[in-house]
T-cell receptor, first 114, second 111 residues
Framework: ETGVTQSPTHLIKTRGQQVTLRCSSQ?????VSWYQQALGQGPQFIFQ???????GRGNFPPRFSGLQFPNYSSELNVNALELDDSALYLC?????????????FGSGTRLTVV | SQQGEEDPQALSIQEGENATMNCSYK?????LQWYRQNSGRGLVHLIL?????REKHSGRLRVTLDTSKKSSSLLITASRAADTASYFC???????????FGTGTQLKVEL
């Protein structure tokens, strides 16, 4: 059984560019959530995908969008990057069976916008 | 916005001592979870306590929950240098299908 894997691990982008981050969920998990963690802060919920549909969204603008694929892997896309988008982006997978047993997080993608 | 806050924000202890972290949250919860994060990387789930439970143990971890005060505490007994990390109190409300994180406690365990 594999855990949650995220790619890339580090990324540097220029303000105004677009970025795609990827996440492979843990085997058996059909739900993927994305979180943004600024330096020194706790993670903030961006959105969640369940069966390829968005299933909840936090307080993030529309330029943050996502996809979930039939194999339950997911992408986070951010358009028109701003300096404040620099953060650690974390992906977490879960299923209804694991709701009461905690989420499994990947190691994150550290995005730096210059 | 953050759901609540951990207290203290930073804690430094000697190896072998116990570490206690407290957490407050704002809204009703289905369960409350504690996660550990090493060096700003991925989060590791430590323990979950349901809203109808008051205390739970897992190895060297003990969690309490007081829903009337909307507070929880995490006790790590006989701490080790490897316990050095940030610890987050995380509430799960079910309806929003999201985890809401506190601000975290940075624990440093010195040899």
């Amino acid at each position: 059984e594999t855990g949650v894997t995220q790619s890339p691990t580090h990324l540097i982008k220029t303000r105004g560019q677009q970025v795609t981050l990827r996440c492979s969920s843990q085997s058996g998990h059909n739900t993927v959530s994305w979180y943004q963690q600024a330096l020194g802060q706790g993670p903030q919920f961006i959105f969640q995908y369940y069966r390829e549909e968005e299933n909840g969204r936090g307080n993030f603008p529309p330029r943050f969008s996502g996809l979930q694929f039939p194999n339950y892997s997911s992408e986070l896309n951010v358009n028109a990057l701003e300096l404040d988008d620099s953060a650690l982006y974390l992906c977490a997978s879960s299923s209804l069976k694991t709701t009461n047993y905690g989420y499994t997080f990947g190691s994150g993608t550290r995005l730096t916008v210059v | 916005s953050q759901q609540g806050e951990e207290d203290p924000q930073a804690l430094s202890i000697q190896e072998g001592e116990n570490a206690t972290m407290n957490c407050s949250y704002k809204t009703s919860i289905n369960n409350l979870q504690w996660y550990r994060q090493n060096s700003g990387r991925g989060l590791v789930h430590l323990i979950l306590i349901r809203s109808n439970e008051r205390e739970k143990h897992s190895g060297r971890l003990r969690v309490t929950l007081d829903t009337s005060k909307k507070s929880s505490s995490l006790l790590i007994t006989a701490s080790r240098a490897a316990d050095t990390a940030s610890y987050f109190c995380v509430s799960f409300t079910g309806g929003g299908n999201k985890l809401t994180f506190g601000t975290g406690t940075q624990l440093k365990v010195e040899l």
